[in-house]
Each structure stands twice: as structure tokens, then as C-alpha cells.
């Protein structure tokens, strides 16, 4: 079963896994493809064919052989006793040394020893993701499942490994959930009793901040989120995010018509910037706290400069545009008042203006003011005779909103404009 699904995999994928099987031949090392490709892989869903192998025994030390025989690019976490290998063709090998973890209490990262591939599948999530195949000539495509993982792949079932899944890691709540929407499973009773007891006792607020973040972020760019989102809210609920965070029928719906918004804008804009969707969920998420908390919260989880940027912009400058962009504008204006916020706040303020001015304006900008570039330039002033000072960049200002109110069009054009200009 397992054999003939990788046979249908692409002659490349089959090819590497099988040349990755012949190198740990050589080393006298098993090796095994783990987790996500081995469920995705029974599910016949697969269409990322980046692997996670696991070797028992030395697993940098494989990893640079590796390596050097693909003529690849080698990054190794010593720490973690991890590497990737990035392949000419940049697919990805994440190796690792197969490995035994304690946790020594709640929530803390786990003491990792060398181990066998039994107990490296017995640290996993879920039974789904706890399948490996061996690669190595003697047992190449032979599944391995201690824990039941394709029955519950059957049975479309999320299931934790043991009783304190969710205390040692609370990241595995927001985990199963994103398992469970995106493959139409069910958490299982067993899993979800546990999931709420770890939530009872706040066990996510006890995770560090950094590793919530990475899990919520995959969470939101997910193919549907927001499904994602309500199954969270409905285990253990977001205060691990915020304590006042709610997420009523109104935020959903809110969700809904956002998702709405991209994939218009995804539709018509193609050749634009891609909209960080994942970041238009959260602003909308954390909508209704004072910017305050949202500063303080978006701190605390270590959101790079840019995303906190967007986040703070939407709340302070959303109201404000709304309102100016319901009266009748010039083209100029309209690109002041958008010309300085991202894709994400400007697709926000059309969610929440619900006026067709607005939406006319935005419409406008995005379709042709936003793509308006002049053709002079600062040489262009200087022939005229014009020193360089700050006066040079409001001249060139003028033109541009020249072109947009006046549609100037030719290079001539401009430069006639400016040559008025110059001589006031
Ligand atoms: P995706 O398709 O989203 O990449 P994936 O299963 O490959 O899914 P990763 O987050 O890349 O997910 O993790 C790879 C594997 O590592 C998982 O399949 C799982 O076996 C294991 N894993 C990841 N995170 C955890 C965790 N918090 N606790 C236990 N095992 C984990």
C-alpha cells in the first residue's frame, strides 16, 4: 500500500529518497522518512515533497555526507543535533538524529538523548504524525506505526500519543486544531478531554510566547482559517494571546468577510505585493484592544518590526481615512491618504467602511493611481537650473500630483509643468 503510493510519487522525490537510502547504506546507518510526509503521503494529499528523515546514529554526521554527494548546501543546528540539507533544485532534507526526550516540567523545552526510531516517534504530537518508512534496501517503504497512525488516518481522527501530550508541549492544542480543519478530522474524545484540562490550567500562558507565535501564524495561513480559529476558540479558547481577547460570532464574521476582501484583491492584483493574510487575521483578532495591548501583546510574541508596524497602523490610522474618504477627493488626495498604509490596513479600511465612497476611492487607487510614476526625475530639474535642496523633491511632488489630477502625459508634459513651477 505504502510502497505503491511512493512508486506514483514523482521520479525525482522517489530517486532522492531512494539515493538518501543508499548514503545511510554505505554509513551503516538506518534511516527513515518521518511525519508529515509519511500522513500526508497515505492520505494521497501530497504536494510538498520536502522530507524529514530520521537516522539512528550520528545525524549531522549523515547530513554532511549527504551533502557533499548532492552537491547541496549544509545548515546544521548542533544543539538540536539537526541539519538541513538544501538540494541544486532547493527542495529541503531536514535530518535529525533519532532522539528521546524528557520533559522535566510543564511547558519547558524537553532534555533531548540519542535514541531509537521508536522513541523518536513516541515524542510526536499525534498518531498521524507519528508514522515513519524505512528507507534503507532492507525495509525500503515499510511502514512503521507503534501507535496506530493509520488506523486513525482511517478513522479521521486527531489523537495525542499519552496523557501529558499537552502539559509537556501546550503548542500541540493549536496544532491538532490546525490538523483536524485542514484534513476534515475529528480530535478524539480522548484528545480533546486532555486538550481542555491542559487549557483548565492554562497551560498555553506557560508555553514561551515565541513558539505560540510560530504555531498561531501556521494556524492563519492555513487554506481556512477561520475554521482553524473557531475550532481554537471552542478547545482552549485565545487569552494565552490576550486575556480580554474575545472571539464572538462577530469576530467570525468578521474573519469571513476579510478572507472575502483577499481573494478579491488576490484576483484583480496579481502583479501587487501578496497581502500577509495571516497578519490581516490577527490585526482583526486583536482589533478591539487599545493600541496599547496590542503594542505590549505584539512585543511580547517577538512579531518582527514591520508586522507591529502594520498592526499599530490599522488602529490609528483606519478612522481617520474612513472619513476623509467619503467625500469627494481628487486623485492627489486620495493617494496621500493611501499612498502611505499597506495592502493589509487599506483592505482592512474597506471591510470596515461599508460606504461606496470608500470604496470607490480605494478602487480607484488601487487600480490606477497606485501604478501612476512620472517620467522626469531630479536630473530633469537640475537642467532647469534648480539647486538641489528639499524644495527639489516638492517640485517633483507637484508634478506627480499634477499627472494624477491633470493626467499629464507625456514626458514633455511634465517637464512644461515643471518649468512653470520652477519660475515661481
Ligand atoms: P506541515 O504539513 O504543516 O508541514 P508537518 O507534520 O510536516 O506538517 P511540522 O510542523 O513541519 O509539521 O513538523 C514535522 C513533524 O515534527 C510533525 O509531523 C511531528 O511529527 C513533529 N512535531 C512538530 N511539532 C511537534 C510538537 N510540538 N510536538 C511533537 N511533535 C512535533
Known amino acids: 500500500m505504502l510502497i505503491e503510493r511512493l512508486n506514483r510519487l514523482p521520479k525525482e522525490v522517489l530517486g532522492r529518497v531512494k ?136 478513522a479521521k481522527k486527531v489523537r495525542a500519543l499519552h496523557d501529558l501530550s499537552f502539559i509537556d508541549d501546550p503548542t500541540r492544542i493549536l496544532r491538532a486544531a490546525r490538523f483536524a480543519e485542514r484534513c476534515n478530522f475529528k480530535i478524539s474524545p480522548y484528545t480533546l478531554n486532555l486538550i481542555k484540562q491542559a487549557a483548565s490550567h492554562k497551560m498555553p500562558e506557560k508555553v514561551s510566547p515565541h513558539r505560540l507565535r510560530d504555531e498561531l501564524i501556521l494556524i492563519l495561513k492555513e487554506n ?36 472575502k476582501v483577499m481573494k478579491w484583491f488576490e484576483d484583480n492584483f496579481r502583479h501587487k505585493r501578496k497581502v500577509d493574510k495571516w497578519l490581516v487575521y490577527l490585526m482583526l483578532l486583536l482589533e478591539d484592544l487599545p493600541a496599547a495591548e496590542i503594542r505590549k501583546t505584539a512585543d511580547r510574541f517577538a512579531f518582527r518590526s514591520g508586522e507591529i508596524k502594520r498592526m499599530l497602523s490599522f488602529k490609528a490610522d483606519c478612522k481617520r481615512a474612513i472619513l476623509k474618504l467619503k467625500s469627494e477627493l481628487k486623485p492627489s488626495d486620495i493617494h496621500c491618504i493611501l499612498d502611505p498604509l499597506s495592502y493589509e490596513v487599506i483592505l482592512l479600511i474597506l471591510l470596515r467602511a461599508n460606504n461606496r465612497s470608500v470604496e470607490k476611492n480605494i478602487n480607484n487607487f488601487l487600480h490606477h493611481y497606485n501604478e501612476v510614476r512620472i517620467l522626469v526625475g531630479g536630473e530633469d530639474v537640475k537642467k532647469l537650473g534648480i539647486k538641489p535642496g528639499p524644495h527639489f523633491k516638492k517640485l517633483l511632488k507637484q508634478t506627480f500630483h499634477a499627472k494624477l489630477d491633470k493626467g499629464l502625459k507625456t514626458k514633455e508634459e511634465e517637464l512644461e509643468f515643471l518649468r512653470r513651477k520652477a519660475k515661481r
Open 19 to 154: 539515493f538518501i537510502g543508499s548514503v545511510a547504506d554505505e554509513m551503516h546507518m538506518n534511516a527513515y522518512v518521518v511525519g508529515g510526509f509519511v500522513r500526508d503521503l497515505l492520505l494521497g494529499a501530497k504536494n510538498n515533497f520536502d522530507l524529514d528523515i530520521v537516522v539512528e546514529g550520528d545525524g549531522i554526521a549523515f547530513a554532511r555526507e549527504l551533502s557533499g554527494k548532492l552537491n547541496g548546501r549544509l545548515a546544521h543546528h548542533k544543539a538540536f543535533g539537526t541539519a538541513t540539507v538544501v538540494a541544486q533544485d532547493n527542495s529541503k532534507i531536514d535530518i535529525a538524529t533519532a532522539r528521546k526526550e524528557i520533559y522535566e516540567f510543564p511547558a519547558a523545552l524537553p532534555k533531548v538523548t540519542p535514541g531509537a526510531i521508536k522513541d523518536d516517534l513516541g515524542r510526536r504530537d499525534f498518531s498521524i504524525n507519528a508514522m515513519a518508512f524505512g528507507i534503507n534496501k532492507n525495509n525500503f517503504g515499510q511502514l512503521i506505526d507503534f501507535y496506530a497512525g493509520n488506523d486513525d488516518l482511517k
Open 224 to 259: 481556512e482559517p477561520v475554521k482553524c480559529v473557531k475550532l481554537v476558540e471552542k478547545i482552549c479558547g485565545f487569552s494565552f494571546l490576550h486575556p480580554r481577547l474575545v472571539v464572538d460570532q462577530k469576530k467570525i464574521s468578521s474573519l469571513e468577510k476579510a478572507a
